[in-house]
């Protein structure tokens, strides 16, 4: 069954600390990985996309990794503001279509504290 | 960033009305999405569109229905709306298998 799965469900973290999302996965077959941004109440931002020959992908504080061995990725933020404050979802994508159908995990909840 | 627009955002009607919820996108995407979400859990899919005139049902199952007459615009429609289908509709469009665009969701309450 293909699934995504990510840990933790929440965390919180100080203002200015750096923190790391995991995100694990059992799709196959494996075309890309997406993590988003979720402000509360608001739509999904992307924030970054890695398809199989990729492994490290940065955008500003954010940087993803991605293991398409051991099928795990993650999420680090660099110098966490109070603006980080968000869900942050793990979507995987698979090769099974031309439309390749999306899996998305429940997400992690981080809370930045002054 | 993102020009893809949802009305309303927010959304309380008694049971048994007729509701549209309105997406509408400006940057010429084929591709088009509803998702719906509930607190905490993941966003599953209910309808997708490749193009006008082309309508899908997606995973979860949904007794709401979508049209595709222009390729800007993607309305989701409930006949007879119930306290089950109270959650966050979330429309999305992309071009290709490249990234989804969202919009603001709206957030729909059936009494």
């Known amino acids: 069954k293909n699934q995504v799965e990510q840990s933790p469900q929440s965390l919180i973290i100080l203002e200015g600390k750096n923190c790391t999302l995991q995100?694990?996965?059992?799709?196959?077959?494996?075309?890309?990985l997406r993590w988003y941004k979720q402000d509360t109440g608001r739509g999904p931002v992307s924030l970054t996309i890695?398809?199989?020959?990729?492994n490290t992908k940065s955008n500003g504080r954010y940087t993803a990794t991605l293991d398409a061995d051991t099928k795990q990725s993650s999420l680090h933020i660099t110098a966490s503001q109070l603006s980080d404050s968000a869900s942050y979802i793990c979507v995987v994508s698979d090769r099974g279509s031309t439309l390749g159908r999306l899996y998305f995990g429940r997400g992690t909840q981080l809370t930045v504290w002054p | 960033e993102a020009d893809i627009y949802q009305t309303p955002r927010y959304l309380v009607i008694g049971t048994g009305k007729k509701i549209t919820l309105e997406c509408s996108q400006t940057?010429?995407?084929?591709?088009m999405y509803w998702y719906q979400q509930d607190p905490g859990m993941e966003l599953h899919l209910i309808h997708y569109s490749y193009g006008v005139n082309s309508t899908e049902k997606g995973d979860l199952s949904s007794e709401s229905t979508v049209s595709r007459i222009r390729t800007e615009h993607f309305p989701l429609t409930l006949e007879s709306a119930r306290p089950s289908h109270t959650s966050q509709y979330l429309c999305a469009s992309s071009e290709g298998n490249e990234k989804l665009f969202f919009g603001s969701g709206t957030q729909l309450s059936v009494l």
């Open positions: 995100c694990n996965y059992t799709v196959s077959p494996f075309s890309n």
């Open positions: 940057m010429g995407h084929d591709k």
């Open positions: 890695m398809t199989f020959s990729e």
